[in-house]
């Protein structure tokens, strides 16, 4: 069994910043992939921003200059930094990772945190 628990989240003003981060805990042989992911109300799901076991990074065009993806594996843990935060912002972003199994021969189904809501508002 294994789990993502995010933390960080709150409410900002227009231009501020939050630093969102992701731990994983269980039983697993690595982690590939991390990410993060939002859901605005009224709407569908959308990346926000990707990160490979060996760092490499994908961003979501709307965050890219804003945010910054990281994640420190040997503490199983992924960040998002969000800089000059914007209303359109405001979303519950969820933590997502594609885990290895324990046995390490196979890659298990994508799992998601629970969310933590990010409120940009004035």
């Known amino acids: 069994q294994v789990q993502l628990v995010e933390s960080g989240g709150g409410l900002v003003q227009p231009g501020g910043s939050l630093r969102l981060s992701c731990a994983a805990s269980g039983s697993f042989f690595s982690i590939n992939a991390m990410g993060w992911y939002r859901q605005a109300p009224g709407k569908q799901r959308e990346l926000v921003a990707t990160?490979?076991?060996?760092?490499?990074?994908n961003y979501a065009d709307s965050v890219k200059g804003r945010f910054t993806i990281s994640r420190d594996n040997a503490k199983n843990t992924v960040y998002l930094q969000m800089n000059s935060l914007k209303p359109e912002d405001t979303a519950v972003y969820y933590c997502n990772a594609r885990f290895v199994h324990s046995s390490g021969t196979f890659v298990l189904a994508p799992y998601w945190g629970q969310g933590t809501q990010v409120t940009v508002s004035s």
């Open positions: 990160i490979t076991h060996g760092g490499s990074t």
